[in-house]
């Protein structure tokens, strides 16, 4: 069993810079791609990037390369996003996910291929 939460959102101004973490209970998340998602109010829960168990391979979403940053620390069980430059429309609850097959490919963009969830954290950015 996994168990994951999230925390580091919070309110930032455009063009400012914030770090999530999602640290994991349970041993098997340190063999499981994992990945960030996204839920504006009134729209779908949408993929933000996803890396390997090891943290070598990483996939991003169009609308966030080269301004976020996703990574992992097996040591501390934990993985993270970096959010620089953000903007307005990066304003939504932050969610982490790991799916459950070992050693797989961080390319699982949607949210029925993953297993496990944290509770989300608010990410704000005012204009």
């Known amino acids: 069993q996994v168990q994951l939460v999230e925390s580091g959102g919070g309110l930032v101004q455009a063009g400012g810079s914030l770090r999530l973490s999602c640290a994991a209970s349970?041993?098997?998340?340190?063999?499981?791609?994992m990945g960030w998602f996204r839920q504006a109010p009134g729209k779908e829960r949408d993929f933000v990037a996803g890396?390997?168990?090891?943290?070598?391979?990483?996939y991003y979403a169009d609308s966030v390369k080269g301004r976020f940053t996703i990574s992992r620390d097996t040591t501390k069980n934990t993985a993270y996003l970096q959010m620089n430059s953000l903007k307005p429309e990066d304003t939504a609850v932050y969610y982490c996910?790991?799916?459950?097959?070992?050693?797989?490919?961080?390319?699982?963009?949607?949210?029925?291929?993953?297993?496990?969830w944290g509770q989300g954290t608010q990410v704000t950015v005012s204009s």
């Open positions: 996910a790991a799916r459950a097959i070992e050693y797989g490919s961080p390319r699982y963009r949607n949210t029925w291929e993953y297993d496990y």
């Open positions: 349970g041993r098997a998340f340190s063999r499981y791609p």
């Open positions: 890396v390997t168990w090891s943290g070598d391979g990483t």
